[in-house]
């Protein structure tokens, strides 16, 4: 069997089907837990929004669908989600200030 599978990809998409949506989490709750959560328990000074931080920003619509591609960004290519529809589209992803990512 193929190691490991890809998370990072649909980790969004999916906390907002099965988080969000179902009431588990607010948008807000479920955005600290893979932001400024981790960034927190890493002694790291991102994950928000704030004057003076770095400019790293993900713009997505929680309501538009996409379907999961056999081939990802990554260079894993094992998910049980493939061919799947999944709520939240990341339209532009900002690092430092520049974009990285434009859909």
Known sequence: APSGMI???????????HLVRPGHLTM???????????ADFYHLQAGRVEKGAAADLTLFDPD??????PAFASRSC??????EKLPGVVHYTITGGEIVYRR
């Open 78 to 83: 094992n998910s049980p989600f493939i061919g």
């Open 28 to 38: 807000m709750q479920m955005l600290a837990c893979l932001t400024c959560n981790p």
């Open 64 to 69: 538009e669908e996409w379907i999961v591609p």
């Open 7 to 17: 998370g990072l990809e649909t980790a969004l998409s999916l906390s907002i089907r």
